[in-house]
Nanobody
Framework: QVQLVESGGGLVQAGGSLRLSCAASGRTSSTYAMSWFRQVPGKERDFVAGITWASGTTSYANSVKGRFTISRNNALKTIYLRMNSLKPEDTAVYYC?????????????WGQGTQVTVSS
């Protein structure tokens, strides 16, 4: 099993920045990549960004390209999501996820989520 704990959410004004963190523990050696997803009430959980542990290959949703940056610290088994130029439509619960293989839409483990609210 892998446990994921997110932190760093909060309330920010439009145009501001936040950094989310996700610490992984347990059998992290079984995981290939980590991702961030987000969800608003009544809608599906959407992929935001992802990064592989070994090579650091990244992927981003079109809606966040150029504004969000995902990074990793392999020694700490922690990933980060730096969110700049935040917009009200970025408001959501952000979830950290880990996967053992497959593509960016696959997830094997989820964190509990952290709320991000962007005020206009």
């Amino acid at each position: 099993q892998v446990q994921l704990v997110e932190s760093g959410g909060g309330l920010v004004q439009a145009g501001g920045s936040l950094r989310l963190s996700c610490a992984a523990s347990g059998r992290t050696s079984s995981t290939y990549a980590m991702s961030w997803f987000r969800q608003v009430p009544g809608k599906e959980r959407d992929f935001v960004a992802g990064i592989t542990w070994a090579s650091g290959t990244t992927s981003y949703a079109n809606s966040v390209k150029g504004r969000f940056t995902i990074s990793r610290n392999n020694a700490l088994k922690t990933i980060y999501l730096r969110m700049n130029s935040l917009k009200p439509e970025d408001t959501a619960v952000y979830y950290c996820a880990a996967r053992k293989g497959g593509n960016w839409s696959r997830t094997d483990y989820w964190g509990q989520g952290t709320q991000v609210t962007v005020s206009s």
